[in-house]
């Protein structure tokens, strides 16, 4: 089933790339009438969220319940280290639960981990957090920009976002709409570097 | 001489992506300690930006002097359209003046065309616009990523930005400072797609 409702997690000191790269892609299903019916939220962990830079975004919302969502989007960031070990954030992303479709870029894989949903999967991160994340995982994939386990899709550092929100177009809404977006975007560099999960 | 002060224009319903793919790249000139002494500032024409598709920024300042910064960047979106014929807008480019370096990505073109800035140049932007630059520079370049001509670098659509943010940093810091940003950006993708203006 392909999702109607899409929540993008933001926090403190996010990297903002990893975020935006997949939203430009996964905002066009509705910009771009693949099914116009799709919605997303920004969803903040604080009312006003200053990236690793200086960038201040405002989200939807704080905290909002994720009982309608069913595509979660988790990016990465230096915040992620302080957010491993927030109850509240934990105890939050866990609501979740074991059946709807979550993704992670960067070290957002870090905060996937610690909320429990890596323990049996293969997943990857940044390069520099692989060690960070391989207690939280079955195996750290290293040689892929994109490991998908079903339920849970991990990507790559910053630029792989793109990748990522690409990859879940066409996993969600089909080959044609990735190809489609992707031209919209001027995106050239989508090719033989996803993994996709064992059948 | 590599810019020390760098300013990023924001407007309403610019593409996000347009601005944040190069950010991602120039911001690690300091963060990554390049050059820790460079500094950036988020202007905004107005205080709260709001995108294409709801997220809303705050800028650092609203229409702040340029006379301090050394390069200027400006992205895309459909809000270029109405800023066209903003007359605000376009004296503030026009302060700008002839000899510091400017870039855009997507339809930010359409902005710098409409200041003047194109009239004896060849130029690039989204390929859904390219009849709209034809007007306002000597010719479109459609089969390039990126086109160089001095002063003004101008890049094609939205993913572009990745591209160009890349470009810049090989520009005024060198090929090592450009590598060691894409290997911490995992970005792969950047390769012969820029073009040099002639020599």
Redesign the interface.
């Known amino acids: 089933m392909a999702p109607k409702r899409i929540a993008f997690l933001v926090f403190p000191r996010l ?3 990893d975020f ?2 997949a ?2 892609a996964l ?1 066009r299903i509705a ?1 771009m009438s693949i099914d116009p019916a799709v919605t997303h939220r ?1 969803i903040g962990t604080e009312r ?1 969220i200053v990236d ?7 989200p ?1 919302a704080v905290y909002e319940d994720l009982g309608s969502f069913d595509l979660l989007y988790v990016p990465g960031g230096l915040g992620t280290r302080t957010l491993m070990n927030d109850g509240q954030l934990l105890d939050y992303l866990g609501t979740w639960g074991s059946q709807r479709p979550l993704a992670s870029v960067c070290t957002g894989a870090l905060l996937l981990g610690r909320a429990g949903f890596l323990r049996d999967k293969r997943a990857t991160t ?2 520099s957090a692989w060690e960070l994340l391989r207690p939280l995982c079955r195996e750290v994939v290293t040689d892929r ?1 994109i490991v998908d386990e079903g339920q849970v899709v991990t990507a ?5 976002a ?1 990748d990522l929100g690409l990859y879940l177009v066409e996993r969600f809404w089909g080959v044609a709409a990735r190809q489609t977006i992707a031209a ?6 989508y090719s033989e ?1 996803c993994e996709r999960r064992a059948p």
């Open positions: 990297t903002f790339l935006v790269g939203y430009d905002r910009t920004i006003r690793e830079t200086g960038l201040v975004l405002t939807d940044h390069h920009r790559g550092g910053v630029a792989s793109l919209q975007m001027e995106y050239r560099a570097v």
